[in-house]
């Protein structure tokens, strides 16, 4: 009908703009970074960090866990992770469940993260099946296409315990046996590389409707 059309427009304007994730590899960042270690405050302390993280990987004896937060993730950093994994510069991964499932396994299956570059009230963004994290929008139907290939992967498994790291490992195995639409996910890489993801948190994202529709 007719409001389904204005709807369908008035989502696609909002969700026209994607979020396009940074390439540490395109340019090198280590004058900018070196510059800010005569400057004060979080500048300094920005300068400090890669030195420390060197020390860390001349150091055989010295575990490497990237630790991940979620809005980062949306915010165009997944690219930046799976670079670091994919380096051996990683040795275990700790992240949120929406870091994992609704950000990175999400872009995995072809979804995308879009720029908020208006944000209505909440009840036009509920109408149109948007979602919202800050200035980033979200399709939830492509959300629920996620918590479904959760519950499919999990449908497909041996029936036993797992844990979240294992399951998560299988998520990077489904991915990488020819699923992926998107190939350089962290899950994946992780999955490939070897690499665990630990996740306390882990259903606190689509991964819990997709275990819940498995259960």
Request: a negative charge.
């Given at each position: 009908?007719?409001?389904?059309?204005?709807?369908?427009?008035?989502?696609?304007?909002?969700?026209?703009?994607?979020?396009?994730?940074?390439?540490?590899?395109?340019?090198?960042?280590?004058?900018?970074?070196?510059?800010?270690?005569?400057?004060?405050?979080?500048?300094?302390?920005?300068?400090?960090?890669?030195?420390?993280?060197?020390?860390?990987?001349?150091?055989?004896?010295?575990?490497?866990?990237?630790?991940?937060?979620?809005?980062?993730?949306?915010?165009?950093?997944?690219?930046?992770?799976?670079?670091?994994?994919?380096?051996?510069?990683?040795?275990?991964?700790?992240?949120?469940?929406?870091?994992?499932?609704d950000m990175d396994f999400f872009e995995a299956l072809g979804h995308k993260h879009y720029q908020?570059?208006?944000?209505?009230?909440?009840?036009?963004?509920?109408?149109?099946?948007?979602?919202?994290?800050?200035?980033?929008?979200?399709?939830?139907?492509?959300?629920?296409?996620?918590?479904?290939?959760?519950?499919?992967?999990?449908?497909?498994?041996?029936?036993?315990?797992?844990?979240?790291?294992?399951?998560?490992?299988?998520?990077?195995?489904?991915?990488?046996?020819?699923?992926?639409?998107?190939?350089?996910?962290?899950?994946?890489?992780?999955?490939?590389?070897?690499?665990?993801?630990?996740?306390?948190?882990?259903?606190?994202?689509?991964?819990?409707?997709?275990?819940?529709?498995?259960?």
């Amino acid at each position: 009908d007719t409001e389904t059309l204005v709807n369908d427009t008035r989502k696609q304007e909002l969700l026209r703009q994607q979020v396009e994730h940074i390439d540490i590899t395109s340019f090198d960042a280590r004058p900018i970074v070196e510059a800010m270690g005569k400057m004060s405050f979080t500048s300094r302390d920005l300068a400090r960090a890669p030195d420390i993280y060197n020390q860390m990987l001349a150091d055989k004896d010295c575990s490497v866990i990237l630790v991940v937060a979620g809005t980062t993730s949306a915010g165009g950093c997944m690219d930046l992770y799976t670079q670091l994994v994919k380096s051996n510069m990683v040795d275990a991964n700790v992240a949120t469940g929406a870091t994992i499932d609704d950000m990175d396994f999400f872009e995995a299956l072809g979804h995308k993260h879009y720029q908020a570059l208006e944000i209505p009230d909440d009840d036009t963004l509920r109408s149109l099946y948007i979602d919202r994290i800050y200035d980033t929008y979200i399709d939830e139907v492509a959300l629920q296409d996620c918590d479904h290939t959760i519950g499919a992967i999990a449908d497909s498994l041996e029936p036993k315990a797992y844990s979240r790291r294992a399951f998560i490992r299988e998520m990077g195995k489904w991915l990488a046996d020819g699923n992926a639409r998107k190939t350089n996910s962290l899950v994946q890489t992780a999955y490939e590389h070897d690499v665990p993801i630990f996740c306390p948190a882990f259903v606190d994202s689509s991964a819990g409707f997709g275990l819940v529709k498995h259960q």
